[in-house]
């Protein structure tokens, strides 16, 4: 069966440090994607930065990169540079198989202090 | 600029009702996704379609059923309300399995 598992309920940074989110994944496909999505208090989804099984790189995007370690099945989201704006909640997703299947984690609430 | 649309933003329903959840897309997807988010749950989900007609069971259909006769529409059914499906719900529509998932604003449904 397919999972992803979030185990950070929520977590704080210092405004201009890095920090890393969590993800694990369990899927049985060889081919599969990674996302990570952020939803600030507003409530919209934000997409982030995408990952696929066979990429050889890990994905980066502006201040966001993807730490994908496959033999581990981890997918954890890195921010550099945090900025106040980063407050939110964050979710890492997979889909997998033929059908494009999309399943989420239970999130990460992310606060930044100034 | 890419629009999915719920129907509605608010809504509060009388256990034993059915209901219906309407989810509209502009970009011509074929992935559709019915989503509830709940507090320490994240975002689990009930329903997708991969094109029209078909459908395929999430990881919490019970209680719910589905509809999509045009590609651009999902709906969602709730059967007969519950006060347990009081959450927020979630549609999104994707253009396949390596692109990103668009999403609705979500209907924060009350069952009273």
């Known amino acids: 069966a397919q999972k992803i598992t979030q185990t950070q309920p929520g977590m704080f940074v210092q405004e201009k440090e890095a920090v890393t989110l969590d993800c694990t994944y369990d899927t049985s496909d060889q081919s599969y994607g990674l996302f990570w999505y952020k939803q600030p208090s507003s409530g919209e989804m934000i997409f982030l930065i995408y990952?696929?099984?066979?990429?050889?790189q890990n994905a980066t995007e502006g201040r966001y990169s993807l730490n994908f370690q496959k033999a581990r099945k981890s997918a954890n989201l890195v921010i550099s540079a945090s900025q106040l704006g980063d407050s939110a909640m964050y979710f890492c997703?997979?889909?997998?198989?033929?059908?494009?299947?999309?399943?989420f984690g239970q999130g990460t609430t992310l606060q930044v202090k100034p | 600029d890419v629009k999915v649309t719920q129907s509605s933003r608010y809504l509060v329903k009388r256990t034993g009702e059915k209901v219906f959840l309407e989810c509209v897309q502009d970009?011509?997807?074929?992935?559709m996704f019915w989503y509830r988010q709940d507090p320490g749950l994240g975002l689990r989900l009930i329903y997708f379609s991969y094109d029209v007609k078909m459908k395929e069971k999430g990881d919490i259909p019970e209680g719910y059923s589905v509809s999509r006769e045009k590609k651009e529409r999902f709906s969602l059914i709730l059967e007969s309300a519950s006060t347990n499906q009081t959450s927020m719900y979630l549609c999104?529509?994707?253009?396949?399995?390596?692109?990103?998932?668009?999403f609705g604003q979500g209907t924060r449904l009350t069952v009273v």
């Open positions: 990952q696929g099984s066979y990429d050889e």
């Open positions: 970009m011509d997807h074929e992935n």
């Open positions: 999104a529509s994707s253009a396949g399995t390596a692109t990103e998932a668009f």
């Open positions: 997703a997979m889909v997998s198989g033929n059908t494009g299947k999309l399943i």
